[in-house]
């Protein structure tokens, strides 16, 4: 055998992993996610790279409508494609709106730059031109649909390959490719390989249409020898779960300049937060609200436009939700200005901590280890939770009541810290 087949027969092992969903043929409406299949559907397997349909433009005459859609991701409100530059026509700085994080996050690169995210369209553009360092081709993971193909040809040898030598071999941002392999119209399949790993380690498999979204929209970390992206679920996917697991490995993304913290940077845990909301108890998938079916031309589809539900509040929300467009929006945005409120707040604690420890530390006024060992732990306890609430991409209203619980638990940290800080001052 050779080692190419050797890599391609382990990668079918690995991501065997097919689940149905309903995202119709040739644009018609998906058929009931509640009705079971006929029959057994046959194992799913990843095709040759020579055979890899890549490009979405590969199925936009087939599917017109859902391809049309898919491409407003490229697109601004006014319908103009976006500008090139990295952040697009209206560029949203996250250190402009919200300048405490330069003190948070120094010593990482978010502290130099950090844009409000653009659509799919954009995911690889974006990528390559932040200039937040990249450990590795890595970083690629959920920016194109080359990656698999670029996994197969391989192996894990990938994960430290030079990322920007890497990213001049790959021709595509998200496509079709990344949820349905060659067979879009009938199945979600399961691309990204940590997802493939990660599912493994949870007690209940997700919905078909959270598990396409929860491919990329996870917290996850870049193992250190191999450069392998890590989900950190082997304890759980809570948020003390989570943390036990890096605290027993002794993970820190880096190390805070001032206050000598081994700190967590988290990314983007939306599947995280919205696991075990009230929408997630009531069996509503990520597909549901973020590609609802809408009806254009007189032709029912699924949306792959896969932005905020606000955008199509009357398909996301107005199925189940009696209540009239701008009130659904009115008592979202309420919600999400509370999270909003209290994050800020707990960000404030959080930098009087960075400033006053940092401070007793360069004066030397702080000289006991197992209290300086005590104020880091309670600085990393703290800010792990308000930027796990921060990075979450509904500002909490993937899950309103876990979002205000985990900053409260960061205000309770942040306190302590506080206080025995004016005791050593």
């Keep these: 055998m050779t080692k190419y087949m050797k890599k391609l027969t382990i990668l079918i092992l690995i991501f065997t ?19 079971p299949p006929e029959q057994e559907e046959p194992q799913v397997q990843i095709p ?32 103009k494609v976006e500008e090139t530059d990295l952040g697009g026509l209206h560029p949203i700085s996250y250190l402009k709106k919200y300048p405490n994080i330069k003190i948070l996050y120094e010593g990482v690169g978010f502290a130099k730059e950090y844009y409000v995210a653009r659509g799919h369209y954009y995911a690889l553009e974006d990528v390559i031109n932040t200039a937040r360092p990249k450990p590795g081709a890595s970083c690629l993971g959920c920016k194109t649909a080359d990656y698999e193909k670029l996994y197969v040809e391989n192996g894990q040898d990938l994960f430290k390959m030079d990322f920007y030598e890497t990213s001049q071999k790959v021709d595509n941002a998200i496509s079709c490719y990344n949820c349905h392999r060659n067979e879009p119209g009938t199945e979600i399949q399961i691309t990204a390989p940590h997802f493939a790993e990660g599912v493994r380690k949870l007690d209940n498999e997700p919905k078909p249409g959270t598990m396409a979204c929860a491919q990329c929209h996870v917290e996850y970390y870049f193992e250190k020898e191999t450069g392998k992206i890590v989900l950190p679920w082997d304890n759980g ?5 989570i943390e036990s697991y890096f605290d ?26 919205y696991t075990g909301s009230v929408h997630d108890k009531l069996g509503t998938s990520c597909a549901d609200c973020h590609m609802p079916n809408v009806v254009e031309e007189g032709q029912e589809y699924r949306s792959h436009w896969a932005k905020s539900p606000l955008k199509t509040v009357s398909e ?11 009130a659904l929006i009115a008592n979202v945005q309420g919600l999400q200005k509370e999270v909003e409120a209290l994050q800020v707040e707990v960000s404030d604690m959080l930098v009087k901590i960075i400033e006053d420890f940092g401070q007793l530390l360069e004066d030397r006024k702080l000289e006991d280890e ?5 104020l880091r732990s309670l600085h990393r306890k703290a800010q792990y939770r ?13 899950n309103v009541e876990k979002a205000k619980q985990t900053l409260e638990r960061a205000k309770e940290y942040a306190q302590q810290a506080l206080e025995i800080i004016a005791e050593n001052k």
Excluded at 237 to 241: A, C, F, N, Q, V
Excluded at 386 to 398: L, P
């Design 316 to 326: 996301s929300c107005g199925q189940c939700h009696k209540e009239e467009p701008d």
């Design 248 to 273: 027993e490995i002794e993970h820190a993304d880096w190390i805070h300049p001032r206050t000598g913290t081994p700190l967590i940077k988290v990314q983007h845990p939306e599947f995280e937060m």
């Design 17 to 35: 992993l097919l689940i149905p969903i309903g995202c119709a043929r040739r644009d018609e409406a998906p058929t009931n996610p509640q009705q």
């Design 237 to 241: 996917i809570e948020i003390d779960e």
């Design 370 to 374: 197992e209290i300086i060992k005590e």
């Design 48 to 79: 040759a790279p020579e055979d890899m349909i890549l490009a979405a433009e590969n199925w936009k005459e087939e599917y017109p409508m859902i391809y049309e859609s898919f491409i407003r991701t490229s697109r601004v409100q006014d319908h």
């Design 386 to 398: 308000w930027d796990f609430v921060f990075v979450e991409n509904s500002t909490g209203f993937h």
